[in-house]
């Protein structure tokens, strides 16, 4: 039933669910999300799943996607068997099978008739691609009204060879609807029993293809009754490959089919005939109305254009009446009917038509191309598909109008000026500014500073450019709201300019087949070149945009339009446009325009730009973007012989369904175009070119196929070399490459096993690719491929057989090669889905990737090269991190220690005793210090499993933190083992003064109580009694002698006898008499002090003279506030003080061994011995003051004379007892923990403030208040003395800290409060024994009472035994009495103590902390302390132990007092310019002997200096230097640097932003 209405089409598409999309609003863009369905080809469970199940595999280019218009029936078969009425059954089964069917053309014509006109040509081209004929003629339900399909055609480009030019090897390539061929219809009559379409098909299959090119009725569903397809009109082009062998027909031919009886589509007839160089009309018997409809053509060149094919039906032997009829009416000649009788089948038949119809093609010579039959087709009213587009082609033709006037290299020049020489030389100038390559002997900054001069005119003349007359157009034209019309624009800029190219090019490829025989190989260098020159593709216009876009100023005045493009390209991203990333070209990325762009699309889609980037890389021509096409349904150019370069990406979709899963919005495609290009390789960029392209693409990608084609091995191979340094490069930054290779034209199942040896070779390839890399990178370690990614044999590779099954060009496109592809994808996303990590890129880090690997290619070298704020932050969260979990560890120690010292101090007197507990001391913390040790390790190896803050990019500093650890375990031990020396030698020092005072309290205590018996006696009045106690007094202490003092100088002396014992400098050490005398003027660097080895010039001499100086004043300074933090702690001098300077000196010293002889360290450490002799002596001395008995005993006088009075009188004053305890033992106690704990605790409170969270944050901090300040001196203290300055920046950080809001006061309260519970606590439990049992509330209890207080604190405070039997003595109340009243004592003890606190002076508190916050602030941000080799900035690389020292920003050298020795003036040089440069350096270090600065790690190979990230980068140093030059030279003592002038200009606000970014501040 052909039903013609249009409710039946309705009905039609409603049944497939298609009605909404009906007409025209299925649009191409809509098909490229990345879902369930795209990715898992599951088989079709309902009708309307069919649609989309063909569209999906059409789009993958499948050749059997026709197949999946029929649902599978699997009951069916069950129900044979139970069914007893066979044939009612299967009429039924058919009926209901017609519900679940569709016959294939009527689906193509649905689908036709749904989408838009971009679909319907990629629809077209697609299943052109299969070889499936494509309509002509689309029927719109009413079978008279059609459309002629050009534009949905005019995307078909088909390459042949006529016989004609076979001998030449010479090919045409065009798009169809222009080729002027024979056109040959083909149409039936209601009475045909042969099948058309199968004739056609066997007419066009040659030898060993048979192909279904049109549907016919032998095929699934190809029986069904057609509902919407009668009247469309299918063609079908036949094409020949050069063989006569093969090849079907000689010349190209066009194969036109009417789907239905002529009476019912009699406009497609009429138009048909037309248009045709003959038609067939295929027919049984002619009825009346058909005799009528043929014989109207009458007045038609009838006779050389109708042909008759007849179908003899069985038996009647006799033509039938009607076709004579006809052909007597028509005056046929007898060739024009072709006869089929019973005797042929039908193959042959069809083999007699297809003589027949190559006879007619050798005298055709009226052609037709189908872009030629629109008029006709108007004519008969017809409509056409193309008429809306026409504005759109008319402004395409507008700006191709240009092209024909002139010559293409001229055109571009006059249209697309931006991307002319200018462009590349301004990318060759960025290139320069990295390498430095012409630096040559002029100083590199000033040489920088024409660089950039010349830059910025270049960027100036770009700027002024004026937008050409093609541009205006173009990006007028585009910039339109309506989506339909931009597209439309787009597409016919692209057919006009293929079609433009492809006749250039032939011309030009012509001639360079001549040359090419000449073999003249100079030529062929200049025709590649002007093969380049001349392609003129929409890339160019699309690039030039970006470059409009890219040198407009950024000033207000700029033209809308222009600010709107990075929209409009969003917009276009989005809609599944390719841009350009790289313009390999010039090499160089447009990145205002790219950053723009992206940034624009992230804000269109809400933030929500989660990315997969996926990169296809290979030698050009080997099928990459075929291969990107076919699996994600996308148009990347694809065409033999393309001539631009560069990289292309493309945005596709996730949707909803598995966005989850995969863990992306978007999976980015990037192409690449022009790799390892044959026709580009001559020219001389190219490796580079190449080499550059690849690394970049490699390093933004998280999915890399290598697409190996082993047809050509040679560019294969290099191709792979390029591609193994640039996963290599990866690897260093830590960049996880995943990679797929994808060998092309393998087929059959047998592939991946007997390609085992090829794999194999491509792996032994790899590997000796990556040592060549590897040791051009420097990395010898790195041998194997596998060194450098995970690479599996077996999994990473992939096997696609080749795209053509037979000869193209009418070979169909290989069905294997469909489904190995979809394979592939399926499996790549399963791997994606399964890998997935948090660390998912967005855009904004995409494009500080592709930023700072720019960079690093630009510099060629990779691991300095590269730095990105990616990196830089991964690495400050991990400092910071660890930072705390540094101080952890430090103040588990620290508390620790503070309980075992006072243990110490608490033992009993058995001396023996105290070093046995000293050595379990030291090893109960060994083991504590292990224990935190493997804690801080566990927090380290799960900080490296973390999935967020992209650990792996820290990768490479892992095993520094490990070590770093390590050492910090050791210092911590090394410092603990000495502070319980300390405590050792304190206990003894300490036992001894006891001793002392327990002696005279004795016969303190005997002669009062002698004195008492006598007193008691006499019964005195109080006045007299104090007069026998002062007697008594005077008499007992005349003879008390103060303590021995040491011999600090002889003992310092003689340790650093000791330290020096192996060194040959006694004679010096002789004529020391006393170390007091030392180091008392200044210190003074002489010649003697200087390795002259190698020293021959007096220029140089004077140059380490003064860095000696500097470097002495600088050590001595230091270790002057070293002894005087150590002498303000109110502590007993102790060797282990001297010990530690000596080695702190020698540490600092490291640096400059070269340069000095040992004599200047000599001379220096007895300069700093003497200061350390004056300074300890003082603090030995007034330690003796507080510990002397004499003055002790002074103390203690009142309370002996009130006791004695007191038992005199027999009254017992125990309250004041209790009073005068907790003041004299408690009170000191009290104190000496608070001074104990508070540093700790201050600690704690401040680590936790910004300034300390990472070195990088103290630096920028720092450097930020210097500027702000504007304080010369300032400048100088930090760049000269910079620890001292970082000393005391952080103590008077400290000190403003602990003032605001009374802090200080508040965290000695906090620290009382917690004593003061402990002590109460202890005098409440103090009444019970350890046996649990209570004392009696007795007298005689109060000695054990006290002790029991005492063992109760025994880890928290030292209460002085003396002392509190001295206060004790004699007393007479009950211990509960005696408790009662300490509660009252240690109440107002409490009061006082919070008064006090209040007023004690912060700094003076500070000082005396035995745990400085100040010197353990200062471990954290000082690092290793290491300063650069030529600027002297500090390193900033986090702890000691790292294997690189680095630092954010580097100095104008003249800062650190650097001069040219000749002119004398300060050196303005960058390290960061030098070593990227051409220039040599030469110092101590070198041996005087010159060096190139770019092998700087030969001398420091533990120093990374990269180049600076922007040419802005150090404008803080540098206006520092431009602002305080002469000032500098002034203290310097030379002339003012010659800075650049460019230098001059750069504005405090400049160099503020310049620190913000080198410490990645927002
Ligand atoms: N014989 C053959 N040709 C292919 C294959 N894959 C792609 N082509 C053709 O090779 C040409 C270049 O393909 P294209 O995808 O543009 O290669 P690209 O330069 O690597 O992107 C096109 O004409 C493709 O049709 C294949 O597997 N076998
Ligand atoms: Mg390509
Ligand atoms: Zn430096
Ligand atoms: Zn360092």
Known sequence: MDGGEPTVLINFLSKLGLEKFYPNKLTLRSLLEINKSSVYDEAVSSVEEIPWCFLRRLFRINAECRDCTQLSNTDNDEEDNSDED?????????????????????????????????????????????????????????????????WALRDIVKEWRPHDISESKGFVENNIVHADIPFYSFVRLKNCSLSKSQILNNLLSRGQLNQNMFIHRDMEGGSLDKSVAGGLVEVCWYLPCGTENTDAFPKPTVLANLRGDIDLSLTQFSFLFKVSTATFVFLDKVEENEHKILTSLIPQDVRSKLFLVVNQKDGNAEEDMSVKALKKELDLPKTNVKTKDRRVNVAEFSKRLRVAIKKLLTDVNTTVSIVNMIEKAVELGLSEDEGKTHKQKKAAEEIMLGTSKQSIPDYKKQQLPLQGENWKKLSQLEMEDCRMKDAGESGGEHYKSMLQKEKQRIVKEQMEQQLSMGMKTFVETLSTDDKDRRDYFLKWMKFMLIAHSREKLTELRKESKEQCSKKDTKPIAELDQALLESSLGLEHYMREMGLIYEFSSQSQQTDDTITRLPGLAAEMLLDGYPLELLDGDASNIPQRWVTDVLMELHNKVGGKSRLLVLTVLGVQSTGKSTLLNTMFGVQFPVSSGRCTRGAYMLFLRVGEDMRNQLNYDFIILIDTEGLRSPSLAQLEDSYEHDNQLATLVIGLSDVTIINVAMENFTEMKDFLQIATHAFLRMKKIGKKPVCHFVHQNVGGVSAHAKTLTERKVILDQLNEMTQIAAKMERHPSIKLFTDVMDYDLEKNNWYIPGLWHGTPPMAPVNTGYSE????????????????????????????????????????????????????????????????????????????????????????????????????????????????????????????????????????????????????????????????????????????????????????????????????????????????????????????????????????????????????????????????????????????????????????????????????????????????????????????????????????????????????????????????????????????????????????????????????????????????????????????DYITRSLGVEILDEICHSAEYSSRSFFQYNIQEELLLKEDFDSFVKYIRRYETYMKSWIFKHIRQKMSEDQTLCKLKNKVLQVIVDKISEAIKQSTKCTDGTLLPDSKESIPALINNIRRYLIKDISISEEDEKTTLFQIQCTSQQFINSLKISLEDLNKELQEELTKSNISETLKKLPTKPHVELFKRVFGCGRQCPFCKVPCEAAGKDHEKHHAALHRPQGLAAYRDEETEKLLETLCTTDVHGEGIFMNADTEWEAHPYKEYTKYYPDWHIPPDRTITASDYWKYVLVTYNDRFAEKYKCKSADVPEAWRSITKEQALKSLKEAFNVK
């Open 820 to 1231: 190995a592809v979809a394979d592939f994808k399926r499996n790549l996303l399963e791997t994606v889905k399964r890998d997935k990590g948090d660390d998912v890129s967005k855009i904004p880090e995409f494009l500080e990737w592709m930023r700072s690997l720019w960079r690093a290619v630009m510099f060629e070298n990779f691991i300095f090269g590269f730095r990105n704020t990616l990196v830089a932050n991964a690495y400050d969260n991990l400092c910071k991190e660890f930072s705390q979990w540094e101080w952890e560890f430090r103040r588990e120690i620290s508390i620790w220690e503070e309980a075992a010292e006072i243990e110490i101090l608490n033992a009993d007197n058995k001396l023996d005793h105290w070093t046995e507990m000293v050595e379990s001391k030291k090893s109960e913390v060994s083991k504590k210090i292990a224990d935190q040790q493997t804690i801080m390790h566990q927090k380290l190896v799960d900080y490296y499993k973390r999935k967020d803050g992209h650990v792996n990019l820290i990768e490479k500093f892992k095993s520094g933190f490990f070590n770093q650890i390590k050492s910090l375990a050791k210092e911590i031990q090394h410092s603990a083992n000495s502070d319980l020396d300390r405590a050792l030698e304190y206990k003894k020092s300490s036992q001894k003064a006891e001793d002392l005072q327990r002696k005279h309290r004795e016969v303190i205590e005997e002669r009062i109580m002698k004195l008492l018996s006598d007193c008691k006696k006499r019964s005195l009045s109080e006045e007299e009694l104090e007069e026998e106690f002062e007697k008594m007094w005077a008499e007992v202490t005349v003879n008390v002698s103060g303590l021995k003092e040491k011999d600090m100088p002889a003992e310092i002396f003689d340790q650093l006898k000791k330290h020096l014992l192996n060194l040959n400098v006694s004679e010096e050490l002789s004529k020391i008499t006393d170390l007091r005398e030392s180091g008392l003027g200044q210190f003074k660097a002489k010649t003697e002090h200087i390795n002259m080895k190698n020293v021959l010039n007096f220029f140089f001499q004077k140059n380490i003279q003064r860095e000696l100086q500097s470097l002495a004043d600088d050590v001595i300074e230091s270790f002057t506030q070293f002894v005087e933090d150590i002498a303000k702690t109110e502590r007993d001098y102790h060797e282990s003080f001297t010990k530690d300077l000596l080695e702190k000196i020698d540490e600092s010293l490291k640096q400059s061994r070269k340069k000095c002889k040992q004599k200047f360290v000599t001379d220096l450490k007895l300069h700093i011995c003497g200061i350390a002799t004056r300074e300890f002596l003082q603090m030995h001395r007034k330690y003796l003051i507080r510990r002397d008995p004499k003055l002790k005993l002074e103390e203690k006088k009142k309370q002996y004379m009130s006791n004695f009075i007191d038992l005199c009188k027999e009254r017992d004053h125990f309250q004041r007892k209790a009073t005068d305890y907790v003041r004299s033992c408690i009170k000191p106690a009290v104190e």
């Open 86 to 150: 066979d044939y009612d059954k299967d009429l039924y089964t058919a009926d209901d099978s017609a519900d679940n069917q569709v016959n294939p053309l009527d689906l193509i014509v649905a689908l036709f008739l749904c989408a838009d006109s971009f679909l319907q040509q990629e629809m077209a081209s697609k299943m052109s691609m299969c070889q499936f004929s494509v309509p002509l003629l689309l029927p719109h339900g009413n079978k008279s009204q059609c459309t002629l399909m050009l």
